[in-house]
């Protein structure tokens, strides 16, 4: 639809129309829960059954908490939905905590957009563009809010009926994917560390293990892969240097990055930089 009308702006309009009482089973329960902690959970939990490729995690082991989020590789070209998703998740928590309430910030991978002032007044609260990660910034103590006039029963049945769509979903991301985007999560944390990626799937260690060596790879495969992908997607499409890039992908210093990244490719970061530029120059002339 984007590409048919030439709207730009059509993903992230289109998450401003959000209502939560027509998002199915994850909307019913954000407007249900009592504590707005027990809504975002929720919401993180069931949404992926709504939007293939998609993963969601209330992260609160950090100030201020966030809600992040990410999208399969298998996706492919996903700017519009990237742009919905922010729109979409303030309105399904604002269904909670009312319409006078914002996050403290909204992170994005995407650069700014042309009209970025005016996201910023639309969602209401500042945006971060060009960031390591695609997440929500939420206060601590909001977490805890309460919401009145919620009923238990309602709430009760729809969390059971949650647990039953979410055993019958099928699982549509391969477990390769599955760990790619928690060790992309992990690394825009500042964590590429087994034992983030354990968490973030769900398992034990030794059942990720066996999943990892039962599908004919290794995880310092899959990770160099991912950080691969990283750097090739931050030196496309953002102004952030080569050093700042070198840290959020986990190495110690920029010459290793860029042995890394010269072995893997047969170029250095920078020239790779010059002939992204390049074809984008070319692709708008």
Same mark, same amino acid.
């Given at each position: 639809?984007?590409?048919?009308?030439?709207?730009?702006?059509?993903?992230?309009?289109?998450?401003?129309?959000?209502?939560?009482?027509?998002?199915?089973?994850?909307?019913?329960?954000?407007?249900?829960?009592?504590?707005?902690?027990?809504?975002?959970?929720?919401?993180?939990?069931?949404?992926?059954?709504?939007?293939?490729?998609?993963?969601?995690?209330?992260?609160?082991?950090?100030?201020?908490?966030?809600?992040?989020?990410?999208?399969?590789?298998?996706?492919?070209?996903?700017?519009?939905?990237?742009?919905?998703?922010?729109?979409?998740?303030?309105?399904?928590?604002?269904?909670?905590?009312?319409?006078?309430?914002?996050?403290?910030?909204?992170?994005?991978?995407?650069?700014?957009?042309?009209?970025?002032?005016?996201?910023?007044?639309?969602?209401?609260?500042?945006?971060?563009?060009?960031?390591?990660?695609?997440?929500?910034?939420?206060?601590?103590?909001?977490?805890?809010?309460?919401?009145?006039?919620?009923?238990?029963?309602?709430?009760s049945l729809l969390v059971i009926y949650a647990e039953y769509l979410l055993t019958?979903?099928?699982?549509?991301?391969?477990?390769?994917?599955?760990?790619?985007?928690?060790?992309?999560?992990?690394?825009?944390?500042?964590?590429?560390?087994?034992?983030?990626?354990?968490? =973030?799937? #769900?398992? /034990?260690? $030794?059942?990720?293990?066996? !999943?990892?060596?039962?599908?004919? &790879? *290794?995880?310092?495969?899959?990770?160099?892969?991912?950080?691969?992908?990283?750097?090739?997607?931050?030196?496309?499409?953002?102004?952030?240097?080569?050093?700042?890039?070198?840290?959020?992908?986990?190495?110690s210093e920029i010459a290793a990055f860029t042995r890394a990244y010269s072995k =893997?490719? #047969?170029? /250095?970061? $920078?020239?790779?930089?010059? !002939?992204?530029?390049?074809?984008? &120059? *070319?692709?708008?002339?």
């Amino acid at each position: 639809m984007a590409r048919l009308s030439g709207d730009v702006d059509f993903g992230h309009r289109f998450g401003l129309r959000t209502r939560a009482a027509r998002s199915g089973i994850p909307g019913q329960l954000i407007l249900n829960a009592r504590r707005f902690r027990d809504g975002l959970k929720d919401l993180a939990r069931t949404l992926p059954t709504l939007a293939e490729g998609l993963r969601i995690e209330l992260v609160e082991d950090r100030d201020p908490p966030l809600l992040i989020w990410s999208i399969a590789p298998s996706v492919g070209d996903a700017t519009q939905f990237m742009r919905f998703v922010p729109a979409y998740l303030i309105r399904m928590l604002q269904a909670h905590r009312g319409s006078q309430w914002h996050p403290k910030r909204i992170l994005t991978t995407l650069p700014a957009p042309r009209r970025a002032k005016l996201y910023a007044s639309q969602l209401g609260c500042p945006l971060v563009f060009d960031s390591p990660l695609n997440a929500v910034e939420i206060e601590r103590h909001d977490l805890y809010k309460t919401k009145r006039s919620v009923d238990r029963h309602v709430y009760s049945l729809l969390v059971i009926y949650a647990e039953y769509l979410l055993t019958k979903a099928p699982r549509s991301e391969s477990m390769r994917d599955a760990i790619a985007s928690a060790i992309r999560d992990g690394l825009t944390l500042g964590r590429s560390d087994f034992d983030f990626v354990v968490r =973030r799937l #769900g398992m /034990s260690e $030794r059942t990720l293990q066996r !999943k990892i060596g039962a599908s004919g &790879t *290794s995880y310092s495969l899959i990770r160099d892969e991912t950080r691969f992908d990283l750097a090739n997607s931050m030196l496309a499409h953002s102004n952030l240097p080569i050093g700042e890039i070198a840290y959020r992908l986990g190495y110690s210093e920029i010459a290793a990055f860029t042995r890394a990244y010269s072995k =893997r490719f #047969g170029q /250095s970061p $920078r020239r790779a930089r010059v !002939k992204a530029d390049k074809n984008s &120059t *070319s692709i708008r002339v």
